[in-house]
């Protein structure tokens, strides 16, 4: 298994309250990635980064933002949670290889968050 | 807009009852096909990667088709532990863009 660690696995918290998920990788990828996934929705891209201090958004970004300070870790913060922020968060990694744009990415076990 | 399609969204197999599941994305310039497994409860686990149409990946019972609007997963004579929600993603600017998946149940 990709060494990708998420924190916490679980949690519950309230309407509003801020709340930062954690994402440590061994692998010294360069790449990594948040992701939602909701039922029907399947899995969303939240933010990236592409390097330490260099992030960008994703399709779902509204209400999120992510740090990256170090290489092996990549934080998810929801500012003031709402329900529809309810989710599985799933953080991912990859390295790109020389010659392809994209390659595979690597997922963590996810955080199953509830807001109330 | 960027879409990837996945089909059917449900299948049951028994075991042993070949089948394909089918990816098919909207926009040209395809930049990597990816197909992954995903158990309840866990994240997605890495299962093959398609460059180019005409290409073919196997892995056990598994093996990954590409042509220039879509791929298939094909799977052999499916075991009951090959029950799993199946995803594919395409590539573009180095993001990830996944379909929601087909929920395949091998019945023994």
């Known amino acids: 298994d990709a060494g990708i660690t998420q924190s916490p696995r679980h949690k519950v918290t309230e309407t509003g309250t801020p709340v930062t998920l954690r994402c440590h990788q061994t692998?010294?990828?360069?790449?990594m990635y948040w992701y939602r996934q909701d039922p029907g929705h399947g899995l969303r891209l939240i933010h990236y980064?592409?390097?330490?201090?260099?992030?960008d958004k994703g399709e779902v970004s509204d209400g999120y933002s992510v740090s990256r300070s170090k290489t092996e870790d990549f934080l998810l913060t929801l500012e003031s949670a709402t329900s529809s922020q309810t989710s599985v968060y799933f953080c991912?990694?990859?390295?790109?290889?020389?010659?392809?744009?994209?390659?595979?990415?690597?997922f963590g076990q996810g955080t199953r968050l509830t807001v109330v | 807009e960027d879409q990837v399609t996945q089909s059917p969204e449900a299948l049951r197999l028994q075991e042993g009852e070949s089948s394909s599941l089918n990816c098919s994305y909207t926009?040209?310039?395809?930049?990597?096909l990816f197909w992954y497994r995903q158990d309840p409860g866990k994240g997605p686990e890495f299962l093959f990667t398609?460059?180019?149409a005409g290409e073919e990946k196997e892995k056990e019972r598994l093996k990954a088709t590409l042509t220039k609007k879509e791929s298939f997963l094909h799977i052999t004579a499916p075991k009951p532990e090959d029950s799993a929600t199946y995803l594919c993603?395409?590539?573009?600017?180095?993001?990830?863009?996944f379909g929601t998946g087909t929920r395949l149940t091998i019945i023994p």
């Open positions: 991912a990694i990859s390295e790109p290889r020389q010659g392809f744009m994209n390659t595979e990415a690597f």
């Open positions: 692998e010294n990828h360069r790449y």
């Open positions: 980064s592409y390097g330490v201090k260099d992030t």
């Open positions: 926009v040209s310039g395809l930049r990597g």
């Open positions: 398609l460059y180019s």
């Open positions: 993603a395409r590539g573009i600017r180095e993001k990830l863009t």
